[in-house]
């Protein structure tokens, strides 16, 4: 099983990125997929949730500002992530089912 996260780096205050993870290995459109971040010294947080029959949910912290969404013709899921804030700095990672995760990329909201 493999998890390849990749679309993070350095945006301004405001700014917007997309997230996308692309999976390998599992059978795709039968699993739920997740975002967490992680900062150093803090414990893993949820960020956005896909079900299998495209149910979303969020942190209170990125609701309305962060899009969860899947594309199971490709086995990708993305996270769209606007009005990005310093707080929102973190190694973002993608999560299958709870079993699975990938390496993690970086986003810095930096001026």
């Known amino acids: 099983v493999q998890l390849q996260a990749s679309g993070g780096g350095l945006v301004q205050p405001g700014g917007s990125l997309r997230l996308s993870c692309a999976a390998s290995?599992?059978?795709?459109?039968?699993?739920?997929m997740r975002w967490y971040r992680q900062t150093p010294g803090k414990q893993r947080e949820l960020v956005a949730t896909?079900?299998?029959?495209?149910?979303?949910t969020y942190a209170a912290s990125v609701k309305g500002r962060f899009t969860i969404s899947r594309d199971n013709a490709k086995d990708m899921v993305y996270l769209q992530m606007i009005s990005l804030q310093p707080e929102d700095t973190a190694v973002y990672f993608c999560?299958?089912?709870?079993?699975?995760w990938g390496q993690g990329t970086l986003v810095t909201v930096s001026s």
């Open positions: 999560n299958a089912d709870y079993r699975y």
């Open positions: 290995g599992i059978i795709f459109y039968i699993n739920d």
């Open positions: 896909i079900t299998s029959s495209f149910t979303t």
